[in-house]
């Protein structure tokens, strides 16, 4: 998703540009440089990666390279390590995934950071113990196709991870009382992602038990490329616990595991735990979970949903995190 944000440079006066670009006709083998390349849906045109999967453009920097070198003892040449664009000025650290890359006449989102090596090693790893590409790698799919050579300037797009918290309360909403729950989901989604590869957005609603607004408000959310929505409130049997009822018909795939787990695991020591109707699911590529409106049962609640949530998001947004 392309925020509309201006591109990030990284050195003032002077975007970082494209070394060299670099092809190989079989995994697993040092690329070759090339006067350029030709991106289309399916990834690099003559590249082995090339193929409708998450990982068909590589990166690595030439900085990352020669300190590389500079520890083994070795010089190095773009390709070795079987990357597709070595850049130069760009500081892959900063990049986060789903950040995108405008690169000459294309676009890339990124789609992973590191890879294991292969399984027999690579030939960097096998001539000298040791890669640098697993650690420093940056992996990208093409979102817009065209051609790419040396000398082009690379442009960063940062994109966040969209999060919105809804609190369904009647008294909070009326300041009876401080909406506690909300800002503590808040606080563990940024203490959770914060020293993680990703740029979290986290934005809180308060508004009572309302089937419409809490309705309007989620398909809000859809609309805007929401990544993650978390209510908090309106999950039990009262009058006026009205939340699943509105969240279920607007999915259009429920995740009925999660909760179900969490409500037998909590549920031994406490048996009304059992009485949640918590749910999860997922509206178009946007994921809705439905919580409890106690800070305790969030806090229970989140510890088991943040251990699959990465795996999730990348999940929906058509990227196997277990592809080789």
């Given at each position: ?39 289309t849906e399916r ?12 990982r068909q453009v ?267």
């Amino acid at each position: 998703m392309n925020t509309g944000k201006r591109p990030m440079n990284h050195h003032q006066g002077a975007h970082p540009t494209v070394l060299s670009v670099n092809i190989s006709r079989e995994k697993g083998t040092c690329k070759r440089p090339v006067q350029n390349i030709e991106l289309t849906e399916r990834g690099i045109v003559s590249d082995a990666h090339a193929g409708q999967w998450h990982r068909q453009v590589s990166l690595l920097s030439k900085e990352i390279i020669d300190t590389f070198a500079h520890d083994v003892g070795r010089n190095f040449a773009p390709g070795e390590f079987a990357e597709n664009i070595t850049t130069l000025g760009l500081d892959l650290s900063e990049l986060c995934l789903f950040d995108e890359l405008t690169i000459g006449e294309s676009l890339l989102e990124v789609t992973q950071i590191g890879k294991s090596c292969h399984p027999d090693g690579c030939t960097v790893a096998k001539q000298v113990g040791k890669c640098v590409m697993p650690r420093e790698g940056i992996f990208c799919r093409v979102k817009l196709g065209g051609t790419i050579a040396p000398g082009d300037a690379i442009h960063l797009h940062p994109r966040n991870l969209l999060f919105r918290v809804l609190t369904l309360s009647d008294r909070a909403s009326q300041g009876d009382y401080e909406d506690r729950s909300g800002p503590r989901i808040s606080a563990i989604l940024n203490d959770f992602f914060g020293p993680r590869r990703w740029r979290q957005e986290v934005v809180n609603y308060l508004l009572p038990d309302d089937p419409k607004r809490l309705r309007a408000l989620l398909q809000q959310a859809r609309e805007d490329g929401v990544d993650v929505v978390i209510t908090t409130g309106g999950t039990g049997v009262g009058p006026r616990d009205i939340t699943p009822d509105v969240v279920v018909p607007l999915c259009d795939k429920l995740l009925p595991g999660i909760m179900d787990y969490i409500r037998l695991k909590f549920g031994a020591a406490k048996p009304t735990a059992l009485l949640s109707r918590s749910v999860a699911g997922i509206m178009g590529s946007t994921i809705v979970f439905s919580l409890p409106g106690s800070v305790h049962a969030v806090e229970e609640y989140l510890g088991e949903i943040l251990k699959t949530l990465e795996h999730l998001i990348l999940t929906v947004h058509g990227i196997d995190p277990h592809a080789y």
